[in-house]
């Protein structure tokens, strides 16, 4: 599965949208792109994920470039439950690729009043 | 449905005694994950188990093992164990195995070694 790199920390104010940054400059046609989040003693909880085009749920939104190099998850009024450890994931498409997650150092978003 | 539920929650043990954890996916979810969160190492992944069957394993000593049932639900053993060996454990499921199917985790074991 390709590296991904994320900024190690940031900042954002509450009420206001964060917009998380994930390079994978090394990923290929048919792997997804996978945001999870951890909160603090948690498991880590599924957020969104995609292939090629931006995806939509309840819970954020995520912009794949067209050259699918990088993507930005975006929060888009982040609250102080959103502080969290963000991970940001490439993984084959194939359906027998197997279900092993690589992890990075994530980026640890603080939400601030 | 319920989440994945992962028992027991917190757990002391000694060097040198064995531990078994263990998991309740998702219902329906036929695939189990397991994997190791230390301060130090980050998360990483030990063993996945589809339909009874370990299909990949991470880079973990044999000391490492598990197993899944036929109702889905897996156990991880840590046999000898070490002081190194304190960590989360955490335990993944989905339905299946490929990419379009997300891994929904537990919150996990922690296992303090003494």
């Known amino acids: 599965d390709a590296k991904t790199t994320q900024p190690p920390s940031m900042d954002c104010a509450e009420g206001r949208a964060a917009n998380l940054p994930c390079n994978h400059s090394?990923?290929?046609?048919?792997?997804?792109v996978y945001w999870y989040r951890q909160i603090h003693s948690q498991g880590p909880q599924y957020i969104i994920h995609g292939l090629k085009n931006n995806e939509t749920n309840e819970m954020a939104s995520l912009i794949i470039t067209e050259d699918r190099k990088s993507s930005t998850l975006i929060l888009p009024h982040a609250t102080l439950r959103d502080t969290a450890v963000y991970y940001c994931i490439v993984r084959h498409s194939l359906n027998n690729a197997g279900n092993m997650l690589t992890f990075g150092g994530g980026t640890r978003l603080m939400v601030k009043p | 449905k319920a989440g994945v539920t992962q028992t027991p929650r917190y757990l002391i043990k000694t060097r040198g005694q064995q531990v078994t954890l263990s998991c309740s996916p998702i219902s329906g979810h036929r695939s189990v994950s397991w994997y190791q969160q230390t301060p130090g190492q980050g998360l990483q992944f030990l063993f996945e188990?589809?339909?009874?069957?370990?299909?990949n394993k991470g880079n973990f000593p044999g000391r490492f093992s598990g197993r899944q049932f036929s109702n889905s639900r897996s156990e991880m053993n840590v046999s000898t164990l070490e002081l190194g060996d304190s960590a989360l454990y955490l335990c993944?499921?989905?339905?299946?195995?490929?990419?379009?199917?997300?891994?929904?985790f537990g919150d996990g074991t922690r296992l303090s070694i003494l």
């Open positions: 090394t990923i290929s046609g048919n792997e997804y």
């Open positions: 188990y589809f339909s009874e069957t370990q299909r």
């Open positions: 993944a499921s989905s339905e299946g195995s490929g990419g379009n199917q997300p891994q929904h």
